[in-house]
């Protein structure tokens, strides 16, 4: 029976442990979700090419691809760069899970861990995806512009392609504008309350951000030992002459 205010999905499980796959599979078909299956890299990319999936659970240790090049390959193309992406490992080691998120993941979870955590880390991550309470449509700062309805954004009139977190973020340092948003304040905003990640984590998806920006990754700033803002010098300049 689907689980109450669920959000439906189509989502992509990804794991070369048979029992564990299927596991996921009978919690997400519980909970009211559409489910396909593959068990390993190459069967995934190609799960993807053939029809691209709302979510993925995606395993890091499996034979051939592993979940960290199938992530890296999904990012790379515009087509896919945006599924959220939730992986899953045994490795319980700072330096994997900045590895995973540094691929692209969205969200982090260590093996053995609940169905119940799963499925709520999924519903986390679904809400986030598909439902944004701000009235304003459309953000700017200096040649960055957000439309909210398309979840697009827009850099010297390009596209670039985020991942759900590194959107989520933008989104809140340009809400903030000119403000200082602690590492604390943008796991709440972007990442939410009920997901359990550390400072660093903040500061590894940062860091992609500030790749795709390119030559205007100056306009998110770090304040050190507080956090990030997001300002742009030359609109400063025109309101403090």
Request: charged share 25%; proline share 7%; net charge negative.
């Amino acid at each position: 029976m689907p689980a109450m205010n669920a959000v439906p999905l189509n989502v992509l499980v990804v794991d070369d442990e048979p029992d564990l796959r299927e596991l996921i599979e009978y919690n997400l078909i519980q909970s009211g979700h559409e489910v396909r299956t593959a068990s390993d890299g190459l069967d995934a990319i190609e799960c993807v090419q053939s029809h691209i999936p709302d979510l993925i659970v995606l395993d890091v240790m499996m034979p051939g691809l592993t979940g960290i090049q199938v992530a890296k390959r999904l990012r790379s193309e515009p087509q896919t760069s945006s599924i959220p992406i939730i992986m899953l490992t045994a490795k319980a080691e700072e330096a994997h899970e900045l590895e995973g998120l540094d691929a692209g993941a969205d969200d982090y979870i260590t093996k053995p861990f609940s169905m119940p955590i799963l499925m709520a880390r999924i519903q986390t991550l679904a809400r986030r995806t598909n439902t944004d309470p701000n009235t304003t449509t459309r953000l700017t700062l200096g040649p960055i512009t957000i439309d909210l309805n398309e979840h697009q954004v827009l850099v010297d009139s390009t596209p670039i392609h985020l991942t759900i977190t590194e959107f989520r973020l933008l989104v809140a340092l340009i809400q903030s504008k000119g403000k200082v948003l602690s590492r604390a304040d943008l796991i709440s905003q972007a990442i939410g309350p009920a997901v359990t990640v550390t400072p660093r984590t903040i500061d590894v998806h940062i860091t992609s951000l500030r790749k795709k920006l390119g030559d205007h990754a100056e306009l998110i700033s770090t304040i050190r030992a507080v956090g990030y803002r997001a300002d742009d010098p030359k609109e400063s300049h025109k309101t403090n002459p």
